[in-house]
């Protein structure tokens, strides 16, 4: 069940890690969403992922800018 769920998730990470298409609180919400669907431990597993992805996401925005 864990295996599935980390699939899940990382499949999810994988379609909203570009920060600069999906403003933060979103990507918090699909990962959310996507992760309790699959039921029990994937509900933890999915906010900690949630969390890691807004962090993700705000420092490759940081970066971005600082590239521009």
Same mark, same amino acid.
């Given at each position: 069940?864990?295996?599935?769920?980390?699939?899940?998730?990382?499949?999810?990470?994988?379609?909203?890690?570009?920060?600069?298409?999906?403003?933060? %609180?979103?990507? =918090?919400? /699909? $990962? @959310?969403? #996507? *992760? &309790?669907?699959?039921? !029990?431990? %994937?509900?933890? =597993?999915? /906010? $900690? @992922?949630? #969390? *890691? &992805?807004?962090?993700? !996401?705000?420092?490759?925005?940081?970066?971005?800018?600082?590239? #521009?």
């Amino acid at each position: 069940m864990m295996i599935r769920t980390m699939r899940m998730t990382m499949m999810t990470m994988a379609a909203i890690t570009p920060a600069d298409r999906a403003p933060d %609180g979103a990507s =918090v919400v /699909v $990962v @959310v969403v #996507v *992760v &309790v669907g699959v039921e !029990g431990m %994937g509900v933890v =597993v999915g /906010v $900690v @992922v949630s #969390v *890691v &992805v807004v962090s993700y !996401g705000q420092v490759s925005v940081i970066k971005n800018q600082l590239l #521009v």
